[in-house]
């Protein structure tokens, strides 16, 4: 920490950053989101193509992560990052000189759920590079709901039988519910969620209601996913029903707050938030070519 400490007034960083993300792979996905996140926002230079990755710029933003005081690394994509395992192998074979206590990897598991058995070795060989936690995007608690929105002309795994699998490697997980009308779309259904969660043990249970950012670069993604938002009113009512009857155990920075749900852990947030006016940063993006980011959003919210 000392030293840590005096990188920190020797570059004469101030700003905090909350989570580093690190693109894994290109643009391609093996679900079927119609409300896909990734398709409205730019696409900075992602493609289909293979892209080559800037190992030196990744080495910086690895350092400037960690002067910044960040403890979460989240490996994502603009597609699926689990369809490139060999890549992951080496972002976390890197990451391993900077010693970041938490390292998560978001995806749809698709890939793990449809088969699990052939992935053990290479998950082992994660857990032991320091991969934490899976962070499993879904929708609802039942296989079938999940498999309308992610796989509706396919099959959908067994999430219970994913959790119990990756629970039984060491892996911890955290499912993110992206709330849609007619999936979580009550207190009602959001309590169903929770106790699915405890249930099936789940470490960290993630809402949030999903969204349409301004300027889409996906026009079409973005009139189907008009179908699917939540009222407005209904956001406050969950709110306010978890501040009533959960126990509220942090405030994070940007706008999502943690509760204690009768011993699960959930937290309430939003896709996208920031705060322009801040010297704090919610994130930095690593983007296969080197150029650092801190927004989705904006093509121009550059570092490097």
């Excluded at 990756?166 to 993110?176: A, D, E, M, P, Y």
């Excluded at 706008?255 to 204690?260: H, P, R």
Aim: positive net charge; glycine residues 4%; hydrophobic residues 40%.
């Amino acid at each position: 920490m000392m030293k840590l400490n005096m990188l920190r007034r020797n570059v004469n960083i101030k700003m905090k950053i909350q989570t580093f993300n690190i693109l894994a792979g290109n643009t391609s996905c093996n679900a079927n989101c119609p409300f896909c996140i990734s398709k409205m926002t730019p696409k900075n230079g992602i493609n289909s193509d293979m892209p080559k990755i800037n190992w030196v710029n990744f080495k910086k933003a690895c350092l400037l992560a960690k002067v910044s005081l960040v403890n979460t690394v989240l490996i994502t994509g603009k597609g699926e990052p689990l369809l490139y395992p060999e890549e992951i192998t080496q972002f976390l074979e890197v990451l391993q000189k900077y010693n970041f206590p938490l390292i998560e990897l978001q995806t749809n598991a698709l890939v793990l759920g449809n088969d699990f058995e052939s992935n053990i070795k290479r998950l082992k060989l994660w857990r032991e590079l320091g991969l934490n936690t899976f962070v499993i995007s879904i929708v609802h608690y039942r296989d079938e709901r999940n498999r309308e929105i992610y796989t509706p002309f396919g099959k959908y795994f067994d999430l219970v039988k994913l959790i119990e699998n990756l629970h039984t490697i060491g892996f911890s997980v955290r499912l993110n519910c992206i709330m849609l009308k007619n999936y979580i779309d009550s207190i009602v259904e959001v309590k169903k969620m929770i106790k699915f969660c405890k249930r099936n043990k789940v470490e960290q249970l993630t809402l949030k209601p999903v969204e349409i950012i301004d300027n889409p670069e996906n026009k079409s993604i973005a009139e189907n996913t008009k179908n699917l938002l939540l009222p407005k009113k209904t956001e406050k009512d969950i709110q306010r029903n978890l501040e009533k009857n959960a126990v509220r155990l942090r405030t994070l920075d940007f706008g999502g707050v943690v509760y204690d749900f009768d011993g699960q852990n959930v937290c309430m947030t939003d896709c996208m938030a920031h705060k322009p006016f801040s010297e704090d940063l919610r994130q930095l993006i690593f983007f296969p070519d080197g150029h650092l980011r801190y927004d989705w959003r904006y093509a121009g919210a550059v570092l490097v």
